[in-house]
Every structure is written in C-alpha cells, then in structure tokens.
C-alpha cells in the first residue's frame, strides 16, 4: 500500500486549506486512516482520525476548525482546516490504520508529508 499524501502549503492566519491522501495498491474502504502533524522541535502528533464505519475522532485543537472526511470511491481521505493559526504550522502525513474504540493504531503505513505553514 502506497499513501500519497498533497495539499499543504502557505497561507495566512484565518485561512483554510484542504490535504488530501490517496492511496494506491490497496483499497482504503476496509481501514481507518489518521492525520498526525509535526512541528518544528516537536513530536508527531495524531491530529485527526476516521474509522472505516466514518466514526471520526480529533484531538482538541482540531474539533472545532477541522473535519476529516473519506470518499472511499476515490481510496481518498480529506482534513478540510478552516480558520488556520500560526501553532497550527507543521509538516502533515496520513497512516493507514485501525480503530479499538477512539484508539487509533498506526501501521508502518505512512504518506510523505506535506508543509502547511500559516504565516502573516
């Protein structure tokens, strides 16, 4: 399975921006799949997760100003973030998963990640 994951870049304080993560190689309808972020000096974060059944889960930050989203038809899962601040900066990367609960479990399964850097 191959994760491809696109749609970061630069954008100001207040802005939105949409990443998408495609999979190739297998079909994304049977797992979940989480967004985790990086940021600069810190550990990668899950962000957001979306179960197979469309369950979806966030952490804090995220509840409110982004919402994680699946067209399996497409094998692609989208994080819309909307109203984006400067701490949200940080390089963003899909895993394909699985959910017990609200736990999400990683697998070795991971997109190359994308820059979203929001900045004045």
């Known amino acids: 399975v191959q994760l491809q994951a696109s749609g970061g870049g630069l954008v100001q304080p207040g802005g939105s921006l949409t990443l998408s993560c495609v999979a190739s190689?297998?079909?994304?309808?049977?797992?979940?799949v989480a967004w985790y972020r990086q940021a600069p000096g810190e550990q990668r974060e899950i962000t957001a997760s979306?179960?197979?059944?469309?369950?979806?889960f966030y952490k804090h930050y995220a509840k409110d100003r982004f919402t994680i989203s699946r067209e399996n038809a497409k094998n692609t899962v989208f994080l819309q973030m909307n109203n984006l601040k400067p701490e949200d900066t940080a390089v963003y990367s899909c895993?394909?998963?699985?959910?017990?609960?609200?736990?999400?479990?990683?697998?070795?399964?991971w997109g190359q990640g994308t820059q979203v850097t929001v900045s004045s």
């Open positions: 190689g297998s079909a994304l309808s049977p797992y979940s």
């Open positions: 895993n394909l998963g699985s959910h017990t609960g609200e736990y999400y479990y990683a697998t070795k399964y």
């Open positions: 979306i179960a197979s059944d469309g369950r979806t």
